[in-house]
């Protein structure tokens, strides 16, 4: 929308979604975000991606901006709805009727895999790959169909 008296561009009303889980007719709110937080997001994905490759060229060091890359590239492709307070415990997020963890991997780890805790309270992973070459991607894992076991953590590759 554009403000005819300050001449800049506003974004529009925030999303209507309710706050809580249950909707009015007791039904779980399936949670998804809406086009301008995509768009938003897939921006600031951009940005942060010309910011890491730049300070990666000019130090030759990493920029360790990855996990909220990935979170915000989640949000951006996906529709994740990210929690109000990022200190939630065992999840970072919603989409459609699950809680969502979202777990990156940078381009300078050695093995492309993730360890997601067994104790959160996620039922789907997206797990966010940055390459070499920063280009960017994701897949989700429900987690009924991630290996069982006992561990503290679960770690799932990237199998290419």
């Known amino acids: 929308m554009l403000d005819k008296n300050a001449g800049l561009q506003t974004p529009p009303p925030p999303d209507t979604q309710p706050q809580n889980s249950i909707g009015k007719q007791g039904k779980p709110v ?28 000019q130090h030759g060091r990493e920029l360790f901006v990855y996990g909220a890359l ?3 590239f989640a949000v951006a492709k ?37 360890q997601v805790k067994r104790s959160g309270n996620w039922g789907k992973l997206v797990v966010v ?5 920063f280009a960017v991607d994701c897949r989700v894992h429900a987690r ?3 290996p069982k ?11 290419d």
Request: with cysteine.
């Open 30 to 57: 399936d949670y998804e975000a809406d086009s301008h937080t995509r768009l938003q997001a897939a921006r600031i994905v951009r940005d942060m991606v010309s910011a890491a490759k730049a300070y990666k060229l």
């Open 129 to 133: 790959r940055v390459y070499e070459d």
């Open 78 to 114: 996906l529709g994740v709805v990210l929690h109000n307070d990022p200190c939630t415990e065992g999840s970072d997020g919603r989409l459609g009727k699950d809680f969502v963890e979202v777990k990156t991997i940078s381009p300078f780890k050695n093995e492309p895999f993730v």
């Open 149 to 159: 076991g006992k561990g503290e953590f679960i770690t799932v590759p990237w199998s």
């Open 70 to 72: 990935g979170e915000l």
């Open 144 to 146: 009924k169909k991630l």
